[in-house]
């Protein structure tokens, strides 16, 4: 019998990558990477300090997520992307930022949930503008789903949070009712949250806004 093969939520392109994220990822990912191994991870030792955990998930060219470890010096932040130019960009701003909080695995999210991380070892989950999939054919390889919720239920510790944020109003929908469905979370605002203070606004943001463009946060805690 054939294995089955799970709906996947990204496409890996080549992609442009310069001369400054090869550098980068070339001589940094050996410090700040960690190789997928399907192991559960031991990240007080990756780390080298015990502090609240937050997963970046696609962290797209990783402006964001150096932004937010350079504003919470006492969080650390484990940042999944599947895209080489992203996670040298990650890299590049790691090392001009002086950041030690961030580790990186350039794997699929999915995976690494299912296999690295143990119950209860994340304070929070951002889930930033993930591919839309705005084809009404391809919604199936949307990120957030039934059971993703569920999976990221059970590796956030009670009290943290999960937030997701879309500038495509029938994926915010969609987060809302997914998100709304899954028993362990409930929503911190009566539908869309306030952008929240930890989430900086990015140049495509700002561009999108002034362009009459919407963004939408969900926010939900675990019970």
Known sequence: MAEHR?????????????????????????????????????????FRRRAPRFLEIGFGMGETTALIAQAHPQHDYLAVEVHTPGVGGLLKLIDEFGLANIRIIQHDAVEVLQKSLPSGCLSGVHIFFPDPWPKARHHKRRLIQPEFARLLSTRVQSGGYI????????????????????????????D??????????????????????????VVFRKR
């Not at 937030?163 to 009566?190: C, K, R, S």
């Not at 869309?192 to 963004?215: D, I, N, Q, S």
């Open 6 to 46: 799970p709906i996947r939520s990204f496409v890996l392109r080549q992609g442009h990558i310069s001369s400054a994220q090869r550098r980068a990822h070339d001589s940094l990912m050996p410090k700040y990477g960690i190789p997928f191994t399907g192991g559960i991870l031991d990240l007080d030792d990756l």
């Open 163 to 190: 937030h997701a944020a879309t500038d495509w109003e029938d994926y915010a929908v969609q987060m809302l009712q997914v998100f709304g469905d899954e028993p362990q979370l409930v929503n911190i605002a009566a």
């Open 192 to 217: 869309y949250a306030p952008r929240p203070a930890h989430r900086p606004m990015t140049k495509f943001e700002l561009r999108g806004l002034r362009l009459g463009h919407g963004v939408w946060d």
